[in-house]
Each structure stands twice: as structure tokens, then as C-alpha cells.
């Protein structure tokens, strides 16, 4: 059902931005683009720190002494931001893949796993705090009551959720979904994986029962969605039409978040475009400029996220291969 709601989400969002461009104008959309030059594809430096501060922050969620290495973690964020980014998973492919990813290369597959239900939450709470900042700037700019009261109203429910969420990890949730899918099918495979389940949901509550490094994981998260605001920033530079730093805040916090809330549209294709129209109009930029600021950020789509799919590819490819080498070697 996911899988179907990302590709028609997919549908929607090309429609939104393809009509968004045509709206502005497409040549002049990418004159104003090209004509910045060689520099534009500097923007993505300015969101390159949000890998390092994700790793650090992912990390935290091992138990002490156990965390798989920098690299390793920081090529397993790298391949699974890249699937979420550019695949219609629904900001969940890329998560499974972190964790097979470390699996793969030897890490505990219950520290694995359980690490990656918790960063799902970390980042939500991230985000929640993250949204909170958009909103406050939303105040100081705008006097529409009625926007900023919805947008309160949608992170009191937002963070309802996760805690709600959270109780759920705490009180079994990986027992509970294998069991279900037990009772549903009928089947003993289910049977066998009830260990591992149970394996899964300790290392769950080891990760809340140690607070501190919980809280660290959410600051280092919090801390790379605020850096990433230098991207937006770069973008109105390099484009001509620099912004301040206070206002790049405010742009980066309201559309990116806007844009982790509708998940099921890969990417938030036409959703951050439309964002940073319809809040750069409050700041007094014209809307072929914000679309341009929109377009320049998602330079890093091609430079970063695209190369993380193919180093994905190499290792899934290394795997199968040493895979069916160790099965022909069993057979002779």
C-alpha cells in the first residue's frame, strides 16, 4: 500500500513542479540558474556537514563500546538518505537498508535494527524542534493568526504521535508485529523469528534506557537540520539574490519540514518548490527566484545522493557475489 502512495505521490509531485516551472517561466527559470555560473555547484559544501552530525547522532544509538565504525556507519546513512531521497520508499526503504547495510558487514543484527527504529524517532523529534524554530520566525514574519495556529495545533499532534510511538518500542513492537503477522498467516517461519524479535525490542529499550546519549543523538540531529540552512543561504548567493541569514533559517526550517511531513511524495517533489514560493512571497522575494533557490538546493541530489545509490549498488552487488561464490564452494 506504501509502495503504491509513494509512485502516485511520485505522479503528483512531477505535475506540481513541472506546472510550478512552466508557471515561472522554464527559460527563465534556467537562465537565472545557469547564468550564476560554475559556482552553483558549490551550494551542496554548505549541506555537506549534515552526514557527519547524522553519523555522530546515529552512533549514539549502540550500546556503549559496540558502535559500528565511523565509516561504516557514515557509508550506511549515506546509501539509505540516498534511497529515501531518490527512490518512492516512502522515507522507509533507505532506514532497512542502513540496517542491512551493517548487518552485512558483521555488526549485531538486534543493536542494528534497534538502532534504526530509534533514529526514525530521534529524527522526528529533531524535526518537531526544528519545525518549532520555522514556527516562532513565522511569527516574527507573518500575521496570519489562523496559519500560525494550525501550524501549533500540527506539532502538538505531531509530538503526540511520537510519544505514543515511543510507548509503543518500549512495550514490544517487534514481538507484536511478528506475532500478528503469525496469527494472519498461519505460518511457523514466524515462529523462528520470535527470538530475534525479542532481541530486537531489549536493544530498543537499552537505547531509552540511557537518556543521555538519546539526548545527544537528537542535538547532533537538530544541529544538522539548523547547518543545513547554509545551503539555502549559498543558493540565494551564488543566484544573485542574497537573503540573510535569519531569513534562510526561516525558508530551510518551514520547507523542509513541510517536506518530511509529506513523506509519501518522494523527495517532496513540487512540495518544497511550492514552500519556498509561497513563504519567500512573505519575506517580499518574487516566486521565480524561490523556485530558483529550490531548484539550485537539489544540485546536491545529483552530486551526493545519486553517487550514494551507486555505491549502494556495489555493495548489494559485492554481497550476492561472494554470496554465490561461498555456495558454489559448499556444493563442489
Known amino acids: 500500500m506504501i509502495k503504491v502512495l509513494s509512485y502516485i505521490g511520485l505522479l503528483v509531485g512531477l505535475a506540481i513542479m ?15 540558474i545557469i547564468s550564476s555560473g560554475w559556482p552553483i555547484l558549490w551550494v551542496p559544501l554548505a549541506w555537506s556537514p549534515t552526514v557527519f552530525l547524522g553519523t555522530m547522532a546515529w552512533r549514539l544509538l549502540f ?11 557514515f557509508m550506511a546513512l549515506w546509501m539509505g538518505r540516498s534511497i529515501n531521497t531518490l527512490l518512492p520508499v516512502a522515507s522507509i526503504g533507505g532506514e532497512v537498508v542502513k540496517a542491512r547495510m551493517l548487518i552485512l558487514w558483521g555488526y549485531s ?25 520555522g514556527v516562532s520566525l513565522l511569527v516574527h514574519y507573518s500575521v496570519d493568526q489562523e ?5 501549533i495545533t500540527g506539532f502538538a499532534v505531531l509530538g503526540a504521535g511520537v510519544a505514543g510511538f515511543v510507548l509503543v518500542q518500549k512495550s ?26 525479542d532481541k530486537v525490542d531489549a536493544a530498543v529499550r537499552g537505547n531509552y534506557a540511557r537518556p543521555k546519549r538519546l539526548v545527544m543523538s537528537v542535538f547532533w540531529r537538530t544541529l544538522a537540520l539548523v547547518l543545513q540552512s547554509a545551503e539555502v543561504w ?13 531569513e534562510a533559517v526561516f525558508l530551510k526550517s518551514v520547507t523542509s519540514t513541510l517536506s ?29 527566484v524561490m523556485l530558483a533557490v529550490s531548484l539550485a538546493i537539489r544540485i546536491r541530489e545529483l552530486i551526493i545522493d545519486v553517487p550514494g545509490l551507486v555505491i549502494w549498488q556495489h555493495a548489494e552487488g559485492n554481497h550476492f557475489f561472494k554470496k554465490l561464490k561461498r555456495t ?4 563442489n
Do not use: C
Request: proline fraction near 5%; glycine fraction near 10%.
Open 18 to 32: 513541472t506546472g510550478l516551472i512552466i508557471w515561472q517561466g522554464t527559460s527563465d527559470v534556467a537562465d537565472l
Open 63 to 73: 550500546p556503549v563500546g559496540q558502535e559500528p565504525s565511523f565509516k561504516d556507519t
Open 109 to 133: 543484527k538486534a543493536d542494528a535494527t534497534a538502532s534504526v527504529v530509534v533514529d526514525k524517532t530521534v529524527q522526528v523529534f529533531g524535526l518537531i524542534i526544528w519545525g518549532l524554530v
Open 147 to 151: 496559519m500560525i495556529a494550525g501550524a
Open 172 to 197: 514490544g513492537m517487534t514481538r507484536f508485529m511478528v506475532n500478528s503477522a503469525q496469527k494472519a498467516t498461519n505460518s511457523d517461519y514466524f515462529e523462528g523469528l520470535k527470538d530475534g524479535a
Open 234 to 246: 549559498a543558493a540565494a548567493y551564488v543566484l544573485g539574490h542574497p537573503i540573510s541569514i535569519l
Open 260 to 288: 518530511d511531513v509529506a513523506f509519501v511524495i518522494p523527495n517532496a517533489l513540487g512540495i518544497q518548490e511550492g514552500a519556498f514560493i509561497i513563504f519567500g512571497a512573505m519575506l517580499g522575494y518574487p516566486p521565480d
Open 328 to 331: 558454489s564452494s559448499d556444493k
